[in-house]
């Protein structure tokens, strides 16, 4: 009965280096979002899913991200050669039906700092 | 994409008054939520109004939705100092899949 996890809770890297978030959604809940907070910005959409499938990828920063979700549970969003802007906290969250018709249950989110 | 724009982007008052924060959004929706988030960490939601429904009601919340002019508001009224956080509002886009858009956020704070 846990709600959202995210791991890892912080994440320090060097310039360059791949990262690799993970989400363990609530189980039962067919939608899954990832979105990117910088420091006090509002939150800034990346990926949604719906099952396995991504029905809206356009909020991927660049082709150096992304995401994949296997058995309609786990979501991984893959950051490749990061660079120093894309310090941030990463937000996952779920719900239990498609977009915006039921509440998202949140994570407590990702720091993400590259050095 | 941005859908909703938050007003004002940060409010100070003192506690026990009441508090109006402001939401725009730009497209139909189907229903527009409010969360709370504090420390910069998890959201959490606090509640959901659909596009046929005016006001909605949660213990010291009141949410309004005006389909017409494309906003809502959030009243917290009575204040407390455990209010302080940074309230969002997010939508999703009728017809869209878009998933669910937030704005940027009003900065609340209590002042004791």
């Known amino acids: 009965g846990a709600g959202v996890s995210q791991s890892p809770s912080n994440k320090v890297t060097e310039k360059g280096k791949d990262v690799e978030l993970r989400c363990d959604p609530i189980s039962g809940h067919t939608a899954l979002y990832w979105y990117r907070q910088s420091l006090g910005q509002g939150l800034e959409f990346l990926i949604y899913?719906?099952?396995?499938?991504?029905?809206?990828k356009s909020g991927l920063p660049s082709d150096r991200f992304s995401a994949e979700r296997t058995g309609g549970s786990v979501s991984t969003l893959t950051i490749q050669r990061t660079q120093q802007e894309d310090s941030a906290v990463y937000l996952c969250?779920?719900?239990?039906?498609?977009?915006?018709?039921?509440?998202?249950?949140f994570g407590q989110g990702t720091r993400l700092t590259v050095v | 994409s941005q859908q909703g724009e938050e007003d004002p982007q940060a409010l100070s008052i003192q506690e026990g008054e009441n508090a109006t924060m402001n939401c725009s959004y730009k497209t139909s929706i189907n229903n527009l939520q409010w969360y709370r988030q504090n420390s910069g960490r998890g959201l959490v939601h606090l509640i959901l109004i659909r596009s046929n429904e005016r006001e909605k009601h949660s213990g010291r919340l009141r949410v309004t939705l005006d389909t017409s002019k494309k906003s809502s508001s959030l009243l917290i009224t009575a204040s407390r100092a455990a209010d302080t956080a940074s309230y969002f509002c997010?939508?999703?886009?009728?017809?869209?899949?878009?998933?669910?858009?937030f704005g940027k956020g009003t900065h609340l704070i209590i002042q004791p």
């Open positions: 997010a939508t999703d886009v009728a017809g869209g899949a878009d998933g669910l858009t």
């Open positions: 969250a779920s719900s239990l039906t498609s977009a915006g018709r039921t509440e998202a249950f």
């Open positions: 899913f719906q099952g396995n499938s991504a029905p809206d």
